[in-house]
């Protein structure tokens, strides 16, 4: 037989070593995060883990995430740089320093709506890709994963997604 053998006792194994490593990491958390990660939990997402699909799922959420972050971005730094050179803009075609000032004053007060603006709709965006997650790993059937918008909930998803990457890291056999 292979290294990649599923035996029961192979599984068991597997099992016992996942569920133990997500005890040592719920430990970790702060005390108002272990209390909603029951003993029940860590062992639905160890059963589910047993099976590495979940953990392709996962890996494939979060380099979309890491592309999407970076896109955001790039779109927050491209109305910066529209701005900045407005600014240059102005200032090389108003000779009078009174009317500069003004005309400063006018475009940094414009500006700082337009980016709040921006940010605002960056972070809609972000909060659908997060709801987008909870679906995926809802439909996979991965405890502890519905959608929410509940920041204590989606804090113990994030730490849930936490476990599965750093247990994706790990040599389990």
């Known amino acids: 037989?292979?290294?990649?053998?599923q035996t029961p006792e192979a599984l068991q194994r597997k099992l016992y070593f996942l569920l133990e490593q997500l005890q040592e990491m719920a430990r970790e958390l702060p005390p108002k995060y272990q209390m909603r990660v029951p003993i029940e939990l860590l062992s639905g997402l160890a059963n589910c883990l047993l099976n590495d699909?979940?953990?392709?799922?996962?890996?494939?959420?979060?380099?979309?995430?890491?592309?999407t972050e970076k896109h955001l971005f790039q779109q927050r730094?491209?109305?910066?740089?529209?701005?900045?050179?407005?600014?240059?803009?102005?200032i090389d075609s108003v000779q009078n320093p009174e009317q500069q000032e003004l005309q400063k004053s006018i475009l940094l007060s414009r500006h700082r709506e337009e980016l709040k603006q921006t940010?605002?709709?960056?972070?809609?965006?972000l909060d659908q890709k997060v709801s987008d997650q909870q679906v995926t790993l809802e439909k996979a059937g991965?405890?502890?994963?519905?959608v929410t918008n509940k920041p204590i909930e989606v804090k113990v998803q994030m730490y849930l997604l936490d476990f599965i990457l750093r247990l994706s890291k790990m040599d389990i056999v």
């Open 1 to 5: 037989m292979g290294t990649n053998e």
């Open 53 to 67: 699909t979940v953990f392709e799922i996962v890996k494939g959420l979060m380099e979309i995430q890491h592309v």
């Open 77 to 90: 730094l491209q109305v910066i740089n529209r701005h900045t050179l407005e600014i240059k803009t102005m």
């Open 119 to 125: 940010d605002m709709k960056l972070v809609i965006q």
């Open 142 to 146: 991965v405890p502890g994963f519905f």
